[in-house]
Structures are given as C-alpha cells and as structure tokens.
T-cell receptor
Framework: NAGVTQTPKFRVLKTGQSMTLLCAQD?????MYWYRQDPGMGLRLIHY???????AKGEVPDGYNVSRLKKQNFLLGLESAAPSQTSVYFC???FGPGVSLHFGNGTRLTVT | AQRVTQPEKLLSVFKGAPVELKCNYS??????LFWYVQYSRQRLQLLLR??SRESIKGFTADLNKGETSFHLKKPFAQEEDSAMYYC????????????FGQGTTLQVKP
C-alpha cells in the first residue's frame, strides 16, 4: 500500500496562476483533510471531507477550493495564487473521528 | 475557543538528559489529545494518543485536566529523537479534524 500520495512534490507559481494539488489514498478512508504548514504557526486546516461528494471549510479556506468526486481522491485548487499561499501543503486521511490521521509527504509551493 | 499552545519553538538538550515538551490546550468538553512527530525528510506520523495511555519510543504523555496540559516526556533523550513535535486536539463534532499547536523542534546533541 502506498498510503497517502501527494502530487506534485514541488511547484513554483507566479501570482495569479492556478493549480491543483492531488491527494490520493489507498486505505479506503472516509475522511480526508488538507492542511498548510507555516513556520511558527503549526498546521492549519484548509478544507476537509467526511465522505465522497462532501466537503467543508476548515480554519483558513479563503483562496482555496476542493473536490472529492471519488472516495480515494481529494483535490485542492488555487484559482488565483497569491504570495501568501507560499507554504507546505499536507494531505491526510483517516477512517473517522478519534483515530490516527495518515499524512502524505507534502507539497512545497512557492508563489512569486 | 479550541486552541493548542506549544510555548517552545526549540528545545535543545544533551543525549541522556530528560525531555519535556510542553502542550496546553483550551477546550470546553472532554478532550482527545495526540502527539505527532515529523522526523527529517519523513512524513508526519502519530507518536501517541492520550486515550491509549501507552509509551512509544520511551515517550509518555499524561493528560492533566486541571492544568489543561498534555506534556510529552522522556527520561533519557536519544539523538534519534531529534524531530519536530506537534501536539494536537481533536475538535468537537464527528469530523475527525485536528487542531495543531505551533510545533516544537527537539534537538538532541551528542
């Protein structure tokens, strides 16, 4: 099992460009999450999903959109990238509340 | 408001010394707390959770509801313990989402 796989690993965008980050899990998990990691701020939740076809906003959702069309995939979109979105993005998944989250390796995004 | 605070950005100790990484939380209900660890060039992984009351890699953490704390302790630090440690709180509702602290980098010197 690959676990949680994130693509791409690195990306550099210019301000205003768009992109999609893909998260795929092969553990049949219901719940999936997107976090961003910034120095001194820990991990902050962007959006999450508690099942196929559902999405919900987290702590810092502005400037991002998500989709969960298939159970195994959770996509994070940036429609018009801004330098404030320079960060490391982590996807995670779990069977449900109260159990361990399984994390991907992260995507390092730089917006210039 | 639900919040997790890790007051130390960096904790530096010598090998063999005791370690205590501090975590305080703010939560009105009955909390579920976790410690996650990120070793260099590895993904974030669960270290332990309070409900299990277990010891992993020599680390323990006790939930103190009176002080709203969940400090991580190890009596004798090893060089391989050097990593970033995050304390996390499971928020209310059945969403499974975690609220993370700011993280503490543990540096164990030889």
């Amino acid at each position: 099992n690959a676990g949680v796989t994130q693509t791409p690993k690195f990306r550099v965008l210019k301000t205003g460009q768009s992109m999609t980050l893909l998260c795929a899990q092969d553990m049949n998990h219901e719940y999936m999450y997107w976090y961003r990691q910034d120095p001194g701020m820990g991990l902050r939740l962007i959006h999450y999903s508690v099942g196929e076809g559902t999405t919900a906003k987290g702590e810092v959702p502005d400037g991002y959109n998500v989709s969960r069309l298939k159970k195994q995939n959770f996509l994070l979109g940036l429609e018009s990238a801004a330098p404030s979105q320079t960060s490391v993005y982590f996807c995670a998944s779990s069977f449900g509340p109260g159990v361990s989250l399984h994390f991907g390796n992260g995507t390092r995004l730089t917006v210039t | 408001a639900q919040r997790v605070t890790q007051p130390e950005k960096l904790l530096s100790v010598f090998k063999g010394a005791p370690v205590e990484l501090k975590c305080n939380y703010s939560y009105s209900g009955s909390p579920e707390l976790f410690w996650y660890v990120q070793y260099s060039r590895q993904r974030l992984q669960l270290l332990l959770r309070h409900i299990s009351r277990e010891s992993i890699k020599g680390f323990t953490a006790d939930l103190n509801k009176g002080e709203t704390s969940f400090h991580l302790k190890k009596p004798f630090a090893q060089e391989e313990d050097s990593a970033m440690y995050y304390c996390a709180l499971s928020g209310s509702g059945n969403t499974g989402k975690l609220i993370f602290g700011q993280g503490t980098t543990l540096q164990v010197k030889p």
